[in-house]
């Protein structure tokens, strides 16, 4: 049982836009003065895709801890896991019969403290999913580069490499299933928040992903920003749906003026639009007027 | 009766002394067979002591190769249980006296 540490790389999907670079530069900038960064912004923001961009752009292999309502103190610095049994015989010479047996637990470090000791880069995804006394560890780590370790480990303390950097990710407190984070970690890390690409970017994005002509991600792409934007929705459409639209349409041939265009838009934009009978409503009445409006527009 | 007494030669009487002489110096003087024999035994005598001493020192030879050969085992296990990867997971406090550090595997992840 041993940590491995993450080598990131770029996948084909991934696009930068003068937009994104920006936004990693700050990133850098704060990283290489020594401070932690949080990326906070809604879901389908693109905060752990950043958060790994950046990462690799600092160059040093990664440690990934996602979080959620499991995680605990060891999850971040290890603990003692199994036993090991060792049972010697010793018979060398034949009138002594010698036997040796013991029994004991063994310590294995976790993702935190090879991080700290090896100077890798930690990406801490979703932080405000686990209970703020468990992120209490992290404190001494990000002020005075020192991790406490149980006392029962032999050594109480890891210096921290000097290239250890950390990236956390959260969502905003009004998600559902997060936590409010304590301040005293909010004030030594450096905020940045995310509300979402820019047009450009999302139109790269699903272009990327979904492997559709620009006309096509274009269209889409607007269709869902002009939800998001009307304030009707129950839960913000992301680039994740554009991609999801494009993706269902490329696989299946659909052409966007055709009925089975508006089913998917229905499929996969509705649920975010509202709920229960009255939500179906005003799912298709904005739907039906942004996909007039953007579908006409090329006629 | 008169009794015929024969005749004592001259050369009898010396070799008598001569022997008597030599007996009394050197002990009694066996016969050839005799002789013959107690040199045999003597002589079986001497090489089973000489391949005692050969086991012996063929056994003292063993037992330092023996030794030789623990001690390289010993030499062998202890290195492997440095270089065991799961004790490069332990710590490097008091307890842990005879760890190294390996690198941590890496694996390749796309964004």
């Known amino acids: ?299 | 009766m008169n009794e015929i007494k024969q005749p004592v030669s001259k050369t009898s009487i010396i070799e008598k002394r001569i022997r008597m002489e030599l007996e009394a110096k050197y002990g009694p003087i066996l016969d050839r067979a005799t002789a013959e024999a107690v040199e045999r035994r003597e002589l079986e005598a001497l090489k089973k002591r000489q391949a005692t001493i050969e086991r012996a020192r063929l056994k003292l030879l063993r037992i330092k190769d023996v030794a030789r050969l623990r001690q390289k085992v010993r030499r062998e296990y202890a290195r492997g249980l440095r270089d065991c990867p799961e004790n490069t997971q332990k710590h490097e406090g008091a307890n842990a006296d005879s760890q190294v550090k390996t690198q941590t595997p890496l694996m390749e992840a796309y964004y």
Not at chain 1, 33 to 60: C, D, E, W, Y
Not at chain 1, 219 to 241: D, Q
Not at chain 1, 290 to 298: A, M, S
Request: with cysteine.
């Open chain 1, 1 to 299: 049982m041993s940590v491995m540490a993450l080598l990131v790389k770029p996948s084909d999907g991934f696009v930068e836009t003068p937009f994104v670079r920006d936004l990693v530069e700050r990133a850098l900038s704060y990283l290489r003065a020594g401070f932690p960064i949080n990326l906070a912004g809604p879901t389908g923001s693109g905060k752990t895709t950043l958060a790994f961009h950046i990462a690799r752009q600092l160059g040093r292999p990664v440690v990934l801890i996602v979080g959620n309502e499991d995680v605990k103190p060891s999850s971040f610095v290890g603990g003692e896991f199994g036993y090991s049994r060792r049972y010697v015989v010793d018979r060398f010479i034949s009138s002594v019969l010698k036997v040796e047996e013991s029994l004991h637990k063994v310590w294995f470090d976790e993702r935190l403290v090879v991080a700290c000791r090896s100077g890798f880069t930690l990406i801490y995804d979703e932080f405000t999913r686990v209970k703020p006394e468990v992120n209490n560890i992290l404190l001494p780590v990000l002020e005075d580069r020192m991790l406490s370790l149980p006392s029962a480990v032999g050594e109480s303390y890891v210096k921290v490499h000097p290239m250890f950097r950390a990236i956390l990710t959260s969502n905003p407190e009004e998600y559902a299933g997060v936590y409010k984070a304590q301040d005293a970690l909010l004030d030594r890390v450096v905020t940045i928040s995310l509300k979402g690409f820019d047009e450009e970017t999302e139109i790269k994005i699903t272009m990327a992903r979904a492997h559709v002509p620009f006309h096509t991600a274009e269209k889409i792409v607007r269709i869902v920003r002009r939800l998001r934007e009307s304030g009707l929705c129950e839960y913000t459409p992301t680039v994740r749906s554009c991609i999801m639209m494009a993706k269902a349409i490329s696989q299946q041939g659909i052409t966007l003026h055709s009925q089975a265009f508006r089913k998917v838009c229905v499929d996969i934009l509705a649920p975010k639009i509202g709920r229960g009978k009255s939500g179906d409503i005003v799912a298709e009445v904005l739907l039906n007027e942004v996909l007039g409006e953007e579908l006409d527009e090329r006629d």
